[in-house]
């Protein structure tokens, strides 16, 4: 599995959080979900951003794909920051769930279809496998730092 295949992955497990906080029963269960889809946002950013972010900063061509999507992250760790401390679950904080997976499906987007071919141009097929290894034992120690 390579960087690419990982970040899709990461990507589709975070979008099906979504489709589970959308079906929840419970204000309660939606919370416990929007707990998760948080951590996993937060700890995928910081490990992106580590790894392959650092590489594409690397190159000329690439660099502002990776200050993109670093100002993205930023946006998305905002708007959960604003979500988390919300005093309790009603409709205005769903429309900010929703505004959060509106951001989180705009930045996929652009990351799955601009970023990756702007990234496959200037990484080889090695480093690609090397960056997802990278990001997967950054992506783990940070969850055990958190206790997950």
Do not use: C
């Amino acid at each position: 599995m390579n960087i690419y295949d990982y970040l899709k992955m990461d990507h589709d497990f975070v979008a099906n959080l979504f489709k589970q906080f959308k079906n929840a029963p419970s204000a309660l269960r939606k919370q416990q979900i929007m707990e998760m889809i948080a951590q996993e946002l937060i700890v995928h950013a910081k490990s992106e951003q580590d790894s392959f972010y650092k590489a594409l900063l690397q190159h000329p061509q690439s660099k502002e794909d990776a200050q993109h999507g670093k100002r993205e992250h930023e946006e998305i760790t905002n708007q959960i920051n604003t979500i988390m401390n919300w005093e309790k679950p009603d409709a205005k904080w769903i429309k900010q769930v929703e505004k959060l997976q509106e951001l989180v499906d705009h930045h996929v987007h652009e990351e799955e279809h601009s970023i990756f071919r702007h990234a496959k141009r200037v990484l080889s097929k090695e480093e690609a496998y090397i960056l997802k290894e990278q990001m997967h034992f950054l992506k783990h120690k940070l969850l055990k730092r958190l206790g997950s």
